[in-house]
């Protein structure tokens, strides 16, 4: 079997000194002096989650990466810390956290105010009792909606159901 030609590939160095009692340093230290595994396996744990987190942040911007084959490394690394925090879970025995409130984006989040604000006019707005296309609302519903109205009613309180409802669907 072939060796590949190491003459003409470049190298990048990363060292990273810590004091041994520091947090970084008890990491190092599980990392490079356990007796589950050797120290070289040890470092490349900790590189694979360095990578893990990294790698799409690292590829962003990069011409030879398009759109599609980023969006597939920031899944592969969602994957990988989803199964990362699945095991911390399991060994300690605490419960996965839950995800109340994504963060959509200013964008996302605008569009979903413009489509409620919309739609909020649409639906209340008077229609003829003839039209067969008339809204006719509960009388529930709107008692509901106007005690919101006075007891504060939150826009994005009513995204952020908005969000959760999307995620459990999806």
Do not use: W
């Not at 300690?92 to 979903?112: H, K, M, N, T």
């Not at 007891?151 to 959760?164: I, K």
Request: net charge negative; glycine share 4%; hydrophobic share 35%.
């Amino acid at each position: 079997m072939a060796t590949p030609d190491k003459a003409g590939r470049q190298r990048i160095q990363f060292a990273f000194n810590a004091d041994l009692d520091s947090v970084v340093g008890h990491v190092f230290q599980y990392l490079t002096k356990n007796r589950c595994f050797s120290s070289r396996e040890g470092k490349k744990k900790g590189v694979d989650a360095m990578v893990m987190f990294y790698k799409p942040f690292a590829y962003q911007g990069q011409e030879t990466v398009d759109a599609e084959e980023l969006q597939a490394m920031a899944r592969d690394s969602v994957a990988a810390l989803s199964r990362q925090i699945e095991y911390i879970c399991s060994t300690f025995e605490i419960e996965r956290p839950s995800v109340v409130c994504p963060d959509f984006g200013a964008e996302v989040e605008q569009a979903l105010k413009n489509v409620l604000t919309t739609e909020t006019a649409r639906i209340t707005q008077e229609t003829p009792e003839s039209s067969p296309t008339a809204f006719d609302p509960d009388p529930s519903v709107l008692v509901e909606i106007e005690m919101d109205k006075e007891s504060g009613f939150e826009e994005d309180d009513l995204l952020c159901d908005v969000r959760s409802n999307a995620e459990a669907v999806a």
